[in-house]
């Protein structure tokens, strides 16, 4: 079946420091992860992905990495504000058209 | 700004009432996907239309359905409304129907059911 498993459900980390959400995934034929940012009262926002064919891409303090063998991929950020406090979606194309979600990471960011 | 566009943004009905969410995608995409979210809940997957055809189904209710026009637009109808139906209900497009195209998200429409 099509499953995202996403932990942990809720992580608060310092200012400063960096936060690691992890996802693994079912079907090994996936080729498409995406990250989303929901703040509350919106909707999800897209701040990384990356594709089958990389191992690792990163946006300013913003990194994913993915282990295919594994079926896991894992979102980074480093330097933690706190604007990044939100719940992280991760979600996985399993080589259909729709996106499968995890279950969210609500991440709160201590001053 | 996703260029997702939901209507209305709030809706407070009562239980066994029917009502009508709309959808416009991003200009030139010709994907939309509903998805609801309870509260503390993910994001479950309702159905995907592309340039007018229903393409694939989630865990829809029979009480609901969805269509997409042919300027692309969606809506989304719920009837016989019951109090579990309350949630945010997203739209989201993008740009054709391949796996691994972004899909953006518009920014939801609550409902609440009393």
């Known amino acids: 079946g099509e499953n995202v498993e996403q932990h942990p459900s809720t992580l608060s980390v310092q200012e400063g420091d960096s936060a690691v959400i992890k996802c693994t995934y079912s079907d090994s034929a996936s080729n498409y992860f995406p990250w989303y940012k929901q703040e509350l009262g919106k909707g999800p926002q897209l701040i990384i992905d990356i594709r089958s064919n990389v191992g690792e891409k990163k946006d300013q303090r913003i990194a994913v990495t993915l282990n295919k063998t594994a079926k896991h991929f894992s979102l980074h950020i480093t330097e933690t504000q706190p604007e990044d406090s939100a719940v992280y979606f991760c979600a996985v194309h399993f080589g259909n058209e729709k996106l499968t979600f995890g279950t969210g990471t609500r991440l709160t960011i201590i001053p | 700004d996703s260029g997702v566009t939901q209507t209305p943004k709030h809706l407070i009905t009562a239980t066994g009432q029917r009502v009508t969410l709309r959808c416009s995608p991003r200009?030139?995409?010709?994907?939309v996907y509903w998805y609801q979210q309870s509260l503390d809940q993910g994001l479950q997957f309702l159905i995907q239309y592309y340039n007018g055809e229903e393409r694939a189904k989630g865990n829809i209710l029979e009480r609901f359905s969805a269509q997409q026009f042919p300027d692309l637009h969606s809506e989304l109808n719920l009837s016989s409304l019951e109090l579990g139906d309350s949630a945010l209900y997203f739209c989201a497009s993008s740009v054709d129907r391949r796996a691994g195209n972004t899909i953006y998200f518009g920014e939801g429409s609550w409902l609440t059911v009393v």
């Open positions: 200009s030139g995409d010709l994907s």
